[in-house]
């Protein structure tokens, strides 16, 4: 095309900033999770949760549920050992800045659920 004189130039293709990455939101996570701690593995997670120590600062209370039937509303959570039957897998950092929500583990299961901010 630069040998041609009659060829218009290509039109210029204006700038488009990339779109922002989608947010995780903490209140929609329920059924069967399965919390990675290798850091190799990280990509193929869901998202990256902080295991809060105090319940005030947590994003989600989460209930561990004993059968997978009943966790079937927001922090109430089925752990399983197998990834592949997870419904969420789930990496879990011990850096604060880096996770998308924190958590903290509850005894009672009416307390579970996400914290109104």
Known sequence: M???PFAAPAPRVPFVAAAP???IEPCRIYGSVYLERDPRRRGYCFGVVYVEPEEGFADLLVFPE???LFADKPGLWYFTEARDFADYALFVTDNRGLADFSIHYTK???FAGCRKQ
Do not use: F, P
Request: proline share 0%; aromatic share 0%; net charge positive.
């Open 108 to 110: 009672v299961r009416s």
């Open 2 to 4: 630069a040998l041609n």
């Open 21 to 23: 990455a989608r947010a």
């Open 66 to 68: 004993d059968n997978k």
